[in-house]
């Protein structure tokens, strides 16, 4: 696993004891992934890559459950965070007529998703709170070669 943080880094359920490697039929690196289920895949960088995340549905205890929601990828300034944009539509009575809004979306992005830029569109998954401000998982990542001025309402 790669370790770049000061404290140990490992999946809580590998056990990393030299003896049960030994036994394993599984030679290489163990490790613990799974099916979020609605019909998401798991990513193969999830199933054979190194990395350690706590926050991460594939391969951490975090469960997606509640609302499935698509934006568009804004910042990438954070570490393993990124900011997505919602646009949507709302009716004015008065006027009977559309007015474009839009709400912005701190949201947590696995190492699993490795090239991801400003401008994708991503699939995100809720699920418990994670920090102050996200409660939302990256759960897919799909190219966009749409101009950046351009909207679009998910």
């Known amino acids: 696993a790669e370790q ?3 404290a140990f880094q490992k999946q809580g359920n590998v056990n990393l ?14 490790r613990w992934y799974k099916n979020i289920g609605l ?3 798991t990513p193969r960088e999830a199933i ?23 934006g568009v990828v804004k910042k990438m300034k954070m570490q393993r965070t990124i900011v997505i944009r919602r646009d949507y539509l ?5 006027y009977r007529r559309f007015e474009k ?7 947590h992005i696995s190492p699993c ?17 994670l920090s102050k401000t996200i409660r939302f998982n ?4 799909a190219k966009s070669s749409v101009s950046k001025k351009s909207f679009r309402k998910f």
Request: positive net charge; proline residues 5%.
């Open 48 to 70: 054979h890559g190194t990395y350690i995340d706590k926050k991460c549905p594939f391969t951490g205890p975090v469960n997606i459950r509640g609302r499935i929601l698509t």
């Open 101 to 107: 809004r839009h709400k912005n979306l701190s949201v």
């Open 39 to 41: 019909g998401f895949k």
């Open 4 to 6: 770049v943080e000061r």
């Open 17 to 30: 004891n030299k003896k049960s490697l030994l036994m394993a039929k599984n030679k290489a690196n163990p």
């Open 113 to 129: 998703f490795r090239d991801v830029t400003v401008g994708d569109v991503v699939t995100v998954g809720e699920c418990r709170p």
């Open 90 to 94: 709302h009716f004015v009575k008065k």
């Open 138 to 141: 990256v759960i897919k990542v």
